[in-house]
Antibody
Framework: QVQLVQSGAEVKKPGAAVKVSCKAS????????ISWVRQAPGQGLEWMGW????????NYAQKVKDRVTMTTDTSTSVAYMELRSLRSDDTAIYYC???????????????WGQGTLVTVSS | QSVVTQPPSASGTPGQTVTISCSGG????????VNWYQQLPGSAPKLLIY???YRPSGVPDRFSGSKSGTSASLAISGLRSEEEGDYYC???????????FGGGTKLTVL
């Protein structure tokens, strides 16, 4: 069965960076893109961006585009999301999701990782 | 404030039909398909409806989606207690060049 397994919880200080990993299994990694979505405590879902696993092209949400980098390692089927210059309002659960191709943008996110809690606190 | 809005809460009794609405604009729902995600307490979101009205394999046909103009709806018939949780709509926004999620609707099964 398709699985996306994310790295463990992180606690970071303001101004630091965090890198979350997402290991895919049971499907051909390069046949689907990866998107990242976050959820602040008690809040809704916020799309952060997506990366093409075929060519590494990225599309970032305006809100985080200056601080985020998404990458993949196709040899190990792992996707990464690095967020820099962390602030307290970056405290959230970060999810990776498999993105089904839909043309110019993903059609939907059909499988999700279990989430990684990132806490930003001094 | 999200560009796509949902009522914060909805409720129903077991067996009832509940409808959750999702309102957007011409750059998102008005011109692109809508997806719905279910998030049960303590769990990751799960795809419930894609491309406005299609169900992924394994999703019961009690769940249905529709769209009219710049609004979309999710209907759940034969409501079950285990379906209590949060429901989110999402659409691609051509102006923002990104996905936008509704604020989510908390469904309570009375």
């Amino acid at each position: 069965q398709v699985q996306l397994v994310q790295s463990g919880a992180e606690v970071k200080k303001p101004g630091a960076a965090v890198k979350v990993s997402c290991k895919a299994s049971s499907y051909t990694f390069t046949n689907f893109d990866i998107s990242w979505v976050r959820q602040a405590p008690g809040q809704g879902l916020e799309w952060m961006g997506w990366i093409s696993t075929k060519n590494g092209n990225t599309n970032y949400a305006q809100k985080v585009k200056d601080r985020v980098t998404m990458t993949t390692d196709t040899s190990t089927s792992v996707a990464y999301m690095e967020l820099r210059s962390l602030r307290s309002d970056d405290t959230a659960i970060y999810y990776c999701a498999r993105a089904v191709a839909g043309g110019t943008y993903p059609r939907d996110f059909d499988y999700w990782g279990q989430g990684t809690l990132v806490t930003v606190s001094s | 404030q999200s560009v796509v809005t949902q009522p914060p809460s909805a409720s129903g009794t077991p067996g009832q039909t509940v409808t959750i609405s999702c309102s957007g604009g011409s750059s998102n729902i008005g011109s692109n398909p809508v997806n719905w995600y279910q998030q049960l307490p303590g769990s990751a979101p799960k795809l419930l409806i894609y491309a406005t009205s299609y169900r992924p394999s394994g999703v019961p046909d009690r769940f249905s989606g529709s769209k009219s103009g710049t609004s979309a709806s999710l209907a759940i018939s034969g409501l079950r207690s285990e379906e209590e949780g949060d429901y989110y709509c999402a659409a691609w926004d051509a102006s923002l060049n990104g996905w936008v999620f509704g604020g989510g609707t908390k469904l309570t099964v009375l």
